[in-house]
């Protein structure tokens, strides 16, 4: 607004209130702060521990960021005794597809590295309550992460490349209206219709050959022949990070590997607490007492060192599940050998962490497909 003398010249601009549209927040490498949060230290609350059961136990059958999560919120918030609660793996080592080995005589090895960013509200909310490994007592594994990203802010100066190690221009999506109204028309869509829709069965040829989707599907791995659906929810969960999709600058990356950075740490937390952790368990099956469609579990059966096995769950204790597997059954390949698959192409077998989910599945509708995941395998090449 601006106030006027009396033959009409400006005389002085007068701001009656805040002008919305004069700037907005945005990803760009000098900018590391994430938008206000209005709500963030209000959610910050512990819950007070009520209608404890004592004797209550634990058992969490995958050691994966899931698995970890699920014994720290126990813990924390749910007063759960650590000593109570048991994480069983096939493995003999803890963090599932959130993985990284190795040495640099040998090379390294990460099958399941995760794009980070600032709203990952449950992950942030574990790591501002977990020690950093390198820094001091009493600084946690988020205030290490600020650090790191702070000072070193993460964005792509050749986010696309082409005709033989030429940068690509990146600067825009590339999307024309029509092609734009593809994804708004995708994000209105509902779930249940959706099902066994590839996203090329989808979307148009020319939206294919845009910058957005080389965009999206490198950094998501997505392929063409991909499930539509799989695509829509992750639209849902990463919207935020469109205005950096272009350059990654709305991602955030630790120190080390993702392994070192979040499971070491976590781990160590709730060794500490009392948390038990038996590797070279595979469990197989479930075995439940079916009321009405409710399913009450009272036995895990598996395959502990090869010998089988029962964990017999009682009424009041807690089971979490976690089904299928990332990173299951990889092959690998170098520079001069093609990697060659060991296991079934549409089966991944008894001896595979598909198992499980294969025959819950089998005993109850509510636990969905899993063969509709394995009839494909991913090829994925990194170089670091």
């Not at 950094?219 to 350059?247: C, P, Q, T, V």
Request: hydrophobic content about 40%.
């Amino acid at each position: 607004m601006m106030t006027l003398t009396a033959d009409g010249n400006n005389r002085h601009p007068f701001i009656v209130e805040a002008d919305t549209t004069s700037g907005y927040w945005s990803n760009h490498p000098d900018n590391t702060l994430p938008p206000p949060d209005m709500m963030g230290a209000y959610m910050r609350n512990r819950p007070y521990p009520a209608n404890q059961i004592e004797g209550r136990k634990g058992w969490i059958i995958g050691s994966g960021i899931a698995g970890l999560a699920a014994a720290f919120y126990l813990v924390r918030d749910g007063a759960v005794k650590g000593e109570d609660i048991t994480i069983f793996d096939a493995l003999d080592i803890e963090g599932g597809s959130l993985d990284g080995a190795g040495n640099a005589e040998d090379g390294y090895i990460i099958r399941g590295g995760r794009e980070m960013n600032w709203n990952y509200d449950n992950l942030w909310d574990i790591f501002q309550d977990i020690q950093a490994i390198e820094l001091p007592s009493g600084y946690s594994v988020l205030d290490e992460y600020r650090l790191i990203n702070d000072n070193d802010p993460n964005y792509s100066k050749a986010r696309l490349m082409h005709k033989q190690g030429q940068i690509r221009d990146f600067s825009t999506f590339g999307l024309s209206r029509s092609q734009q109204w593809q994804l708004i028309r995708l994000l209105l869509k509902r779930k249940e219709n959706l099902d066994d829709v590839t996203i090329e069965d989808y979307f148009s040829a020319d939206f294919l050959q845009t910058n957005f989707w080389f965009f999206w599907r490198s950094m998501f791995a997505f392929e063409n022949w991909h499930s539509l659906l799989e695509m829509k929810l992750y639209m849902h969960r990463f919207i935020d990070a469109i205005d950096g999709l272009n350059d990654m600058s709305a991602l955030v990356f630790p120190k080390y590997n993702q392994y070192d950075t979040f499971v070491r740490p976590l781990v160590e937390h709730l060794k500490k607490q009392g948390v038990k952790f038996e590797f070279g368990a595979r469990a197989y099956d479930l075995e439940w007492r079916d009321e009405e469609g409710k399913c009450t579990v009272t036995g895990i059966r598996m395959l502990n060192h090869g010998a089988a096995d029962l964990i017999s769950v009682n009424e009041k204790d807690l089971v979490f599940v976690l089904t299928g597997s990332m990173t299951e059954g990889t092959a690998y390949g170098d520079m001069n050998h093609a990697p060659v698959l060991q296991r079934g192409r549409h089966d991944p077998g008894n001896d595979s962490d598909w198992a499980l989910w294969k025959n819950i599945a089998k005993k109850s509708s509510l636990f969905g497909k899993p063969e509709s995941l394995t009839e494909n395998e991913l090829s994925d090449f990194s170089g670091l």
